[in-house]
């Protein structure tokens, strides 16, 4: 007897609604959910393989715990007792700062990623805190707090009304869209040019996406904060400015920028002027527009001013906040809106990596720094001995892997929460492994709040936890008490703590809907059958939406959304400028004191133009960073680890289409074989990252069999930009020559001889 369930994909940003075939505890099947609000039944091929990817046979059944240098299957109790026992005396003998936190991707794909990280944070008071974020998008947000005030206030292009958008550095093709949460990416891009509206991209790459443009502008990696600079000045120079009302510094920018001009930038960009100035002139001509930046433009040494930039753009042209342009969506779970004001404004740099002195960004520092942050020692502060790390595979994600995996196999504890064992969690000595996707409950707390329109969805487990497995957030509840000293205590403890403050606090303010209300009384009011669902039924009755508790009797609720099984629509992106602002000003502040001082390492840059040939990533639709290359459905046929060369690169080096060749950065070298494309412009060749599996010690059969190469390897993790710290994966000097190139050095890749 085969039934069917409703589950929101958790494999990338686009949140599609699935309607899950189940034979049994199995999913047999997946489809798109047709009656899904927002998703109205896209699928793409990775949700496709849902079943696939929940029953893969190598995710972990059971807790592991090292037992005379080898993992070995434990129960819970003896796993939480070793995580107990590992971190608390490093706490107490080190100070909290020795035990670090690595939170990787994922956590922003499941509920308890969105429930407790900050607690376990808090709780630990630790700052050797470093996620996924500083290989991402950290630039995006250091960018927006110094806009907005506001880290998290991040605006989206309004996919379906705008009449021009303006990509650069993205590939929704291939990623489905990332820091816009846009189910059907491509049918959205299609509806677009279908209503006579014009789609730019730029990338070194004619990708997918790229393909799909009326113009492709094939951009020397690494300079996108230049071009965009020059296009800003464009506007200057032409009268075409039309800021966005509640902004302030518009004639200091117009200063700032006055070196940037298309002649000035052309050489580095490698785009002519007119170009340049074609560009500015569309996107100041068009009724409204967006420019949408992402990871080609955030993960290089300008990152900051790129991600800056395109706000910047988006402001100038008045196309920030308004319809058809970017707005910022308004999440039902968003805490309740404040009314607009002057807020604390955004501080960065408010402590330092010990080693580095690598300022911090929102509370973090940079991946990037973790290795040296184990295995350097220094006159002042404690070098990391413990980590907790939670759904990150950094080993294979950060850069210099090699000298990662050293400094891991040296601490004195790591646990990892990770279904798999990895690159990574086969350092840990305990692994606590959450239950595959189908047997978790699923709301998208982050992806929301980058929503292209209003919604909300909630879809409860659709198999029941099978026997010996914990719930996730029951994982990371269980997690907090162990390593705060309360190693036992209930975990519903965590979530009632939650509730009491939030309760607590939202009483004693003005604005909020239950304003001098009993705390108690409300939390007896709230729904759900558990501690994470009661904690979203509170974040929902609070939100912007709310039912306030009865404040506005027909708002929402956990009830509500759950007798909404394919969602709620809230409508499309609104302007709601100056509320979403916390800058002291209380504006939205153009021209940002950390910005303006790192305009001299942009004006530097304008006389450069490298010579060699510089590395760019890519994406595969059939894959995901590290952890998909497992399933045998979403590997082979061109989701492949080839370094892509144009023909000319290629002929020049003597490489050839299929052979092997030797890629060598600052890092380290890899060899993997050439695949000779004119997709790829002179000057730039590229590979994907999260491949490497072939390392010992892991249990990943299938990825094993066909590992790839680390492209992370080729990366001494000393190029970063500065102002969030966020790694420079992209526009990389690299070598390349044919492995088999006489003279060479002996072939070795690097990672295979260190282990
Ligand atoms: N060169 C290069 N490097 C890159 C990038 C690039 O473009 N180029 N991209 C960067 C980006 S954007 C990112 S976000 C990072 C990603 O970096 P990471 O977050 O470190 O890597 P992921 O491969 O996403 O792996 C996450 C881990 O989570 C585990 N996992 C999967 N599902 C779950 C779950 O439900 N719960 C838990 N607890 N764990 C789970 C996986 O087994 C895996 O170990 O990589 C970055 N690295
Ligand atoms: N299929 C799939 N989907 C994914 C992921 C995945 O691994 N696979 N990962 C997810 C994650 S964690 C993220 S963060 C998102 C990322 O989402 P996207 O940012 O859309 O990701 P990419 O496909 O890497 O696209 C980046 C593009 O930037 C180009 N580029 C490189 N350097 C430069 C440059 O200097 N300037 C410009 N203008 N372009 C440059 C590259 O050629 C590439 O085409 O994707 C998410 N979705
Ligand atoms: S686009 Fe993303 S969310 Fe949608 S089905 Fe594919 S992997 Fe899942
Ligand atoms: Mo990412």
């Not at 699935?18 to 990775?46: M, N």
């Not at 009314?339 to 911090?360: D, I, K, N, T």
């Not at 050839?656 to 730039?684: K, L, Q, S």
């Not at 190469?709 to 102002?723: E, I, K, Y």
């Amino acid at each position: 007897m085969s039934r069917s369930a409703l589950r929101i994909c958790p494999l990338c940003e686009a949140t599609c609604g699935l309607t899950l075939t189940i034979e049994g505890t199995r999913v047999t099947h997946a489809r798109g959910d047709r009656d899904d609000v927002f998703s109205k039944g896209f699928i793409c091929p990775k949700g496709a393989s849902f079943g696939a990817v929940d029953s893969d046979p190598d995710r972990l059944r059971t807790p592991l715990v090292r037992r005379d240098g080898e993992l070995r299957e434990a129960t819970w109790e003896e796993a939480f007792d070793a995580v107990a026992a590992g971190i608390r005396p490093v706490v107490e003998r080190h100070g909290p700062h020795a035990v670090g936190v690595v939170l990787g991707n994922p956590n922003v794909h499941t509920m308890a990623g969105g429930l407790y990280p900050p607690l376990l944070l808090a709780g630990l008071g630790t700052r050797s805190v470093f996620t996924a974020s500083t290989v991402d998008q950290m630039p995006k947000h250091v960018s927006s707090g110094l806009l907005y005030g506001d880290a998290n206030a991040i605006p989206v292009p309004d996919l379906d009304r705008t009449d021009h958008l303006l990509l650069i550095g993205a590939n929704p093709l291939e990623s489905n869209g990332s820091l816009c949460t846009a189910p059907d990416f491509p049918g959205k891009l299609k509806a677009l040019k279908a209503r006579g509206g014009t789609l730019v991209v730029i990338d070194p790459r004619r990708t997918r996406t790229a393909r799909l443009a009326d113009r492709h502008i094939a951009v020397r990696p690494g300079t996108d904060a230049l071009l965009l600079a020059a296009m800003a000045r464009v506007l200057f120079d032409e009268g075409l400015i039309e800021p966005t009302p509640h902004v302030e510094g518009v004639e200091e920018l117009s200063a700032a920028l006055r070196d940037f001009t298309p002649e000035a930038v052309a050489g580095a960009c490698d785009v002519d002027a007119g170009l340049i100035r074609t560009l500015a002139r569309d996107l100041a001509a068009a009724p409204t527009a967006a420019v949408y930046g992402r990871i080609g433009s955030c993960t290089v040494p300008h990152g900051t001013l790129a991600s800056w930039l395109v706000d910047v753009l988006n402001i100038l042209t008045g196309n920030l906040d308004r319809p058809g342009g970017a707005l910022f969506p308004q999440a039902a779970t968003d805490r309740t809106p404040r009314p607009a004001g002057p807020g604390r404004g955004f501080a960065l740099g408010r402590w330092h990596s010990r080693v580095s002195r690598h300022p911090e960004a929102k509370g973090e520092l940079p991946l990037s720094a973790l290795a040296e942050e184990i295995d350097t020692a220094t006159e002042e502060g404690e070098p990391v001995r413990a980590l907790i790390a939670v759904a990150a595979n950094p080993v294979l994600s950060a850069p210099d892997g090699d000298r990662l995996d050293k400094a891991l196999a040296s601490l004195d504890f790591m646990v990892s929460v990770d279904p798999y064992l990895n690159e990574t969690s086969r350092h840990a000595h305990v692994v606590l492994p959450p239950p595959p996707p189908a047997q978790s409950p699923h709301h998208d707390f982050a992806f929301n709040t980058l929503a292209v329109r209003n919604q909300v969805r909630y879809t409860r487990p659709a198999v029941p936890l099978e026997p010996g497995r914990m719930a996730e957030t029951e994982i990371l509840a269980r997690l907090i008490l162990a390593v705060t000293g309360m190693h036992g205590a209930d975990p519903g403890a965590v979530d009632d703590m939650v509730i009491g403050q939030t309760l607590g606090k939202a009483v004693t303010e003005a604005h909020s809907p239950v304003h001098g209300r009993d705390p108690r009384e409300l939390a007896a009011l709230l729904t759900g059958v558990d501690g994470p669902e009661r904690r979203l039924d509170l974040m929902l009755r609070l939100g912007p939406y709310g039912d306030g508790f009865g404040a506005t009797p027909d708002g929402l609720t956990l009830e509500k959304l759950l007798a909404h099984p394919h969602g709620i629509d809230l409508g499309p992106l609104r302007p709601r400028l100056p509320q979403p602002l916390k800058t002291r000003s209380g504006r939205v502040e153009l021209l940002p004191g950390p910005i303006a001082a790192d305009l001299p390492r942009l004006r530097a840059a304008l006389a450069e133009s490298p010579e060699g040939l510089v590395l760019v990533g890519r994406r595969h639709l059939r894959s995901n960073n590290s952890w998909m290359h497992n399933v045998p459905a979403l590997t082979g046929g061109s989701n492949r680890c080839t370094l892509h060369i144009n023909p000319e690169d290629a002929e020049r080096l003597g490489v050839e289409d299929g052979a092997p060749v030797r890629v060598r950065g600052a890092g380290g070298e890899v060899t993997a074989p050439a695949e000779v494309t004119d997709a790829i412009r002179r000057g730039v060749v590229s590979l994907p990252h999260g491949w490497g599996h072939d390392r010992p010690g892991t249990r990943l059969s299938h990825a094993s069999a066909d590992p790839g190469v680390n492209v992370n390897q080729l990366l001494d993790g000393r190029a970063l930009d500065p102002l969030s710290g966020n790694a420079v994966l992209n526009g990389v000097p690299v070598d390349v020559a044919p492995a088999t190139a006489p003279g060479g050095p002996a072939l070795t890749e690097k990672h295979t001889a260190l282990t």
